[in-house]
């Protein structure tokens, strides 16, 4: 099972402070999250494995407020490989596969890698060096029945381990 997903982020300058949160809540896409700000959200038409890619981005400036780049949840329902996703091995496999294509194609390296669950869903946390130490992309990944979702945020190598970043992480829940 091989998939492909090219993220590419723009960073452009937008000031907000996380006293400006913005909570989307997602009843059709099964989640609900909490930006700094409001974020930008955008539909992408499927691949040969996935629906349409539901994308909400957030670019922020670096300030006082806010010390990451961007912040972001991608949410697609993947739709003919269900039977062969339900072995746990194989889930396993993918999610860490994705990262590593993921690094690869951001010409990155994954300086750390984990698995998780949410609500005892299989998972991957991961965080990739981007651009020999001009950022991390610390990303995690979940799988929940058919649908996948993304969750990333980009920051300078810096400012890891910022409060910011959990903080975005422990906001997101799945919805019944």
Known sequence: ??????????FTSSFAAWSQDTTIVRKDLGFSITFPGSPIYTINPGGE?????????????????????????????????????????????ALHEGARKAAKGLNGQIIEENRITIDSFPGNETKIDFRNGFA???SK?????SKMYLLQVIYPTENKGNRDIDKFFNSFRLLP
């Open 1 to 10: 099972m091989k998939k492909y997903l090219i993220l590419i982020f723009v």
């Open 49 to 93: 494995f996935n629906e349409e890619v539901h994308t909400y981005l957030y670019k922020t400036s670096l300030s006082e407020y806010d010390s990451n780049l961007a912040y972001s949840v991608i949410n697609f329902v993947i739709i003919d490989t269900m039977n062969i996703l339900k072995q746990a091995e194989v889930i396993d496999s």
């Open 136 to 138: 991390i992309i610390h």
């Open 141 to 145: 990944m979940f799988l929940v029945e």
